[in-house]
């Protein structure tokens, strides 16, 4: 979703500057791309961050209760959970309120 909008902003933001076609506006165009491009090659394996983590962890606990490859369903998570002991003891506790429930 936010690399949408970083188009939208690129793509909005060149159709504004259309009418004089500068050198230097090029330049920063390429600029703000090279920027772009490399934001997007290092969001790529980013982590997810305690929210979007939170947000999904209840599923990610049902999936897991029942049995389902969670790391290969969603790596992302897994991956996070991995690293960060916050998020490990907000699983540890959905994951025993699943479990009861099941
Ligand atoms: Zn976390």
């Known amino acids: 979703m936010k690399i949408k909008q ?4 690129l ?13 230097g506006m090029q330049a920063d165009k ?3 791309m090279q920027k772009v491009l490399t934001m997007l090659s290092n969001t790529q394996d980013v982590e997810m961050t305690c ?17 389902e490859d969670v790391s290969r369903l969603m790596p992302l998570v897994q991956h996070h959970l991995d690293m ?18 099941v």
């Open 6 to 9: 970083i188009f939208q902003w």
């Open 11 to 23: 793509l909005g933001s060149n159709k504004k500057k259309s009418s004089s076609p500068q050198n």
């Open 30 to 32: 390429s600029e703000m």
């Open 51 to 67: 929210d979007e983590v939170f947000a999904v962890l209840d599923q990610f606990a049902e999936l897991a209760a029942r049995g």
């Open 84 to 101: 960060c002991p916050d998020c490990q003891e907000e699983y540890k506790v959905l994951q025993r309120i699943v479990l009861n429930a």
